[in-house]
Structure formats: structure tokens, C-alpha cells
């Protein structure tokens, strides 16, 4: 069970932070994405992908982000579909997609992939037509495909969230509809959750405002009885940055940002939301001195069913599965030649090939997990 505390912790939280306007719309699509796939026998898979923004005004121009661009999230969504799960794409709003993937965010903007057809003797018409360059042609096919798949048979959910609130809210909501898939419910949460939140007590409504123009206005409409909505003349104006010297600049400028810690929700999601499901989080960490050790905290402390570590740097080409009872295991893509001295032992950046892998890591991870997962099934049956 989880500890009293951290359901109190709970309780406040969402009570006092607003869940995103289409939360139940979200729960309504999965509860019956989730009740049709039960039906049929199939596992599903939540997973969650890219970054959560925090948010420092209510109506919001600023926020804080944390690193994910949804590359991780997106390419297992796919592996996944590959492997017979229906999944719940739970996702940061415009980050990578399973399968828009390969042609969005990308270096090339997705018109170098079209050409123009003059049209052709024996088509009937002269008119020009758009069609995917010669070369790219059966690459498209393949993804094009894969996607119309997935649609065609409902095995695929897409739901957007922005910031920490609306993510936080939503993976408790789901999770929750994921309780009657008993064991064959998984979580496999890649998203990049922000650890610290303003609460909503001490954030500013409007954009906070940088000089105190707008104060100077409001004192005059104070005086002259009036609403403050005429424009100022004189008063305080926006710095300039002539001779700026950072060092000089008044403490009152300055925005000094107070964030409290996001409570840790993994605990309850273990023990409350979604019990018989296995559980999956990811660790990043920058430091490969503390990776393995930081994920082996976060499994005892959580009691989940494995913790997948990876490095920013290296993240593409090797990840470590940490579960209880099992050693810990990496899992690497495969380079031409090996990895001579470097087997064995986590890569350091300087030892990475300068273009990307030949090969997606995903393509070793979602097999792996989907084993576990099995044996995670077999053994809640037993
Ligand atoms: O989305 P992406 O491929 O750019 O990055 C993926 C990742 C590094 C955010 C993910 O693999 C991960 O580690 N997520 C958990 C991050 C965390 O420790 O909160």
C-alpha cells in the first residue's frame, strides 16, 4: 500500500492544481480504447513520451522544459505495434510521433521528399500532380503502411498533454482504466518529467513583466480615479542594453524563480493506480559515475519492476535494465568492427561513432521488456 503520506500528498496535489480542459474527453477515449482491447485478448501498453513544461504564469508565456525531443517514446510506440500491443500514446504536445517520425523534426523539411509529375502520356490527363521523389518512394511505402495499420485496427491512441499538471493528471487517470487489464497492463513511462512545479498559489496570473512600466501606470490610474487603461507617457521605460553590466544589474530586476519539489507519484502508481500492471520508468542521468546506482535507488524505493537507465549523450546507442533479482543488464547496438576495449563497460561520448546508429535501440529494448512483461503475466497467473 502506499504509504499514508504520499496519498495525502496526492489529495493536495490534484486537488490544488487543475486538471487540463480535456481530461475527460482523454479518459472517455481510453477507457473505451482500453475496454475494446481487453475484449480481444490484447495487452496494452501506456507510454509516455517527451517533456513536461512547468509553467510561471497562469495565463502562460513563460515556462521551464525538460529535455525530450520524443524520439525514444515515438520509436517504441512503433516497436510495440510491431509486436501485437495496442497503445496509448501519451505524449507532450508537438513532439515526435510513432511514424510522422521519420519525416517531421527531421533535417530535411518534408517537401525535398516531393516532386512534381508533368503528367504523363497514357494517364489521360495534363495535369501536374505531387508525388514522393523516386528514391524515397519505397521507404514511405514501408512507414505509410505501418501506419495505415495501426489505424485501420484501432491499435493506436494518441493523447496530447503540455505541462506537468496536465501529464500528472492524466497518467493517473489512465493508469486507473489500465486496472482491469490485471497483469497484461503495462506502463512504460519515457517521458521527461519535470521534478520541481510553481505552485499555483504563487503564480502570477499575466506574463511577469520585466520593468515597472505597467506599475507606474497603474499607481497614475489610482490617482487620477481612472481604470488605467490609457497609455503612459514618461515614467519608467523598457531597459536598454547599452553599456549592460550584468553585474550591476538591482536585485529588484532580477527574476528569482521559487519551485517546489513535484511529489513522487511512482509509489502510488505501483501500489494504487494500477497495481497488476508492470511498470517501467526510465533514468536519465548526465553522470555515468551515478546512473546504475541512481536506478537501483529508484526501483528499491518505488518497488517497481524495472528501471531502464540511459545517458544523454550515449542514449541512442546503449541503455541498462535494472530490475530486482537479475543483474544489471546492458543492451547496445551493434557497430561494425565491435566496440573493442569499450565492451563491457558504459561508452564514453568520445567513443561514439559521429553519425547516428545504424540501427535503432528500441529494436533491442521493446523485445527485452515484452519478455519480461511475459514473464511478468506468468507469473501473476501462477
Ligand atoms: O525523447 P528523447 O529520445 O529525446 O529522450 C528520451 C529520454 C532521455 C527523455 C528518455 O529516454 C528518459 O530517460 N526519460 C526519463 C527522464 C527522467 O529521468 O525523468
Known amino acids: 500500500m502506499a504509504s499514508s503520506q504520499s496519498v495525502q500528498a496526492e489529495d493536495a496535489y490534484f486537488s490544488s492544481n487543475p486538471p487540463p480542459r480535456l481530461l475527460a474527453s482523454h479518459l472517455a477515449q481510453a477507457e473505451s480504447f482500453i475496454t475494446a482491447h481487453a475484449a480481444a485478448g490484447h495487452r496494452v501498453v501506456l507510454i509516455t513520451s517527451g517533456g513536461t513544461t512547468v509553467p510561471l504564469e497562469k495565463q502562460t508565456v513563460r515556462f521551464i522544459d525538460n529535455f525530450s525531443a520524443g524520439t525514444r517514446g515515438a520509436t517504441s510506440a512503433e516497436y510495440f505495434l510491431s509486436a501485437g500491443y495496442a497503445v496509448i500514446f501519451l505524449h507532450r504536445e508537438f513532439s515526435l510521433q510513432p511514424y510522422s517520425r521519420h519525416y517531421t523534426h527531421a533535417k530535411d523539411c518534408f517537401l525535398d521528399f ?36 495501426a489505424k485501420r485496427s484501432n491499435m493506436l491512441l494518441m493523447l496530447p498533454f503540455v505541462t506537468i499538471g496536465d501529464y500528472l493528471h492524466e497518467l493517473r487517470g489512465i493508469a486507473r482504466l489500465m486496472r482491469p487489464l490485471g497483469p497484461s497492463g503495462l506502463l512504460y513511462l519515457a517521458a521527461a518529467v519535470s521534478d520541481f512545479f510553481v505552485p499555483p498559489e504563487r503564480m502570477s496570473e499575466h506574463k511577469i513583466q520585466s520593468t515597472n512600466a505597467v506599475q507606474a501606470l497603474q499607481d497614475r490610474a489610482k490617482e487620477s480615479g481612472g481604470d488605467g487603461s490609457k497609455s503612459s507617457s514618461g515614467g519608467d521605460e523598457d531597459e536598454t542594453f547599452d553599456n549592460f553590466d550584468a553585474s550591476r544589474v538591482p536585485r529588484s530586476k532580477r527574476l528569482v524563480v521559487d519551485l517546489d519539489p513535484v511529489p513522487k507519484f511512482l ?5 494504487g493506480w494500477a497495481p497488476e500492471g508492470m511498470i517501467v520508468s526510465y ?4 553522470d555515468p559515475a551515478i546512473l546504475v546506482h541512481k536506478a537501483r535507488t529508484s526501483l528499491d524505493r518505488y518497488q517497481h519492476h524495472l528501471v531502464i537507465g540511459n ?19 546492458w543492451l547496445r547496438v551493434a557497430r561494425q568492427g565491435g566496440w573493442g576495449e569499450a565492451e563491457g563497460r558504459p561508452l564514453r561520448a568520445d567513443e561514439l561513432p559521429p553519425e547516428e546508429p545504424a540501427e535503432e535501440i528500441e529494436a533491442l529494448i521493446i523485445p527485452a521488456v515484452s519478455e519480461l512483461h511475459d514473464v511478468h503475466i506468468a507469473s501473476r497467473k501462477a
Open 114 to 149: 516531393l516532386d512534381e509529375d508533368e503528367g504523363g502520356a497514357g494517364r489521360g490527363d495534363d495535369a501536374t500532380r505531387v508525388v514522393v521523389r523516386k528514391q524515397d518512394q519505397s521507404r514511405i511505402l514501408d512507414v505509410l503502411r505501418e501506419y495505415k495499420k
Open 267 to 271: 509509489e502510488n502508481l505501483v501500489d
Open 283 to 286: 533514468k536519465l542521468e548526465t
Open 311 to 329: 545517458l544523454l549523450t550515449t542514449r541512442k546507442w546503449e541503455v541498462v535494465f535494472v530490475s530486482p533479482r537479475r543483474e544489471d543488464k
